[in-house]
């Protein structure tokens, strides 16, 4: 059973382009999140989304950032028009559900380490 | 307030000793708490969970749950120096977003 599966690993974009990053969950997960982490720093919470809908995207910034996770296929992290304050490792986690408590517990992929050159 | 804190550390403990990290939490409501190791330039790697009041043991770590405290910590027992990463502390209220506390880094120094 393959873990959470995040590609790329490493991604260089220049300012001004789009950074698209994938996440595929574990199988039989159907709940996906997205973190930002700056070095040194700890986890901050983006964007929660189950299959085709947006449950909690009180981390995500105003513009320029948006996510989904279709039916078929996998979660999308979209930056546009990035900046070198975008430059981070980006984690998605996934879990079976997202309820109070049982199965809730969420694995994480290695993570999208984007640089904005 | 922080919805999750931790001492950021460093907390250095010796090989063989017991290492106490402590996290509290805001929300009254959360159902479930969790303990993930991060190694320098790694992913989080989920190493406990924890739903009631109490203890919980898994080999050398421990689970501690106070709900009315809102406090939860992690007991490593006999320390090893591969043991040194950063540990978060994650909390989920009710079916609410995984919120993760900044960290404590630990060093086990031989």
């Known amino acids: 059973n393959a873990g959470v599966m995040q590609n790329p690993r490493h991604l260089v974009r220049r300012r001004g382009q789009e950074a698209r990053l994938r996440c595929s969950p574990m199988?039989?997960?159907?709940?996906v999140y997205w973190y930002r982490q700056l070095p040194e720093e700890g986890l901050k919470f983006m964007v929660y989304?189950?299959?085709?809908?947006?449950?909690?995207e009180s981390g995500m910034p105003k513009e320029r950032f948006s996510a989904e996770f279709p039916k078929e296929g996998p979660s999308i992290l979209r930056i546009q028009q990035v900046v070198r304050g975008d430059s981070a490792a980006y984690f998605c986690?996934?879990?079976?559900?997202?309820?109070?408590?049982?199965?809730?517990?969420?694995?994480f992929g290695q993570g999208t380490r984007l640089t904005v050159v | 307030q922080k919805e999750v804190e931790q001492n950021s550390g460093p907390l250095s403990v010796p090989e063989g000793a017991i290492a106490s990290l402590n996290c509290t939490y805001s929300?009254?409501?959360?159902?479930?708490f969790f303990w993930y190791r991060q190694y320098s330039g790694k992913s989080p790697e989920l190493i406990m969970s924890?739903?009631?009041?109490g203890d919980k043991e898994d080999g050398r770590f421990t689970a501690q749950l106070n709900k009315a405290s809102q406090y939860v910590s992690l007991l490593i027992r006999d320390s090893q120096p591969s043991d040194s990463a950063t540990y978060l502390c994650?909390?989920?209220?009710?079916?609410?977003?995984?919120?993760f506390g900044t960290g404590t880094r630990l060093q086990v120094f031989p």
């Open positions: 986690a996934s879990s079976v559900t997202g309820g109070a408590i049982g199965n809730t517990e969420a694995f």
């Open positions: 199988k039989g997960h159907s709940h």
């Open positions: 989304l189950q299959k085709e809908n947006i449950i909690d």
């Open positions: 929300d009254r409501v959360s159902q479930s």
């Open positions: 924890i739903y009631s009041n």
């Open positions: 994650a909390v989920k209220p009710n079916t609410d977003k995984l919120i």
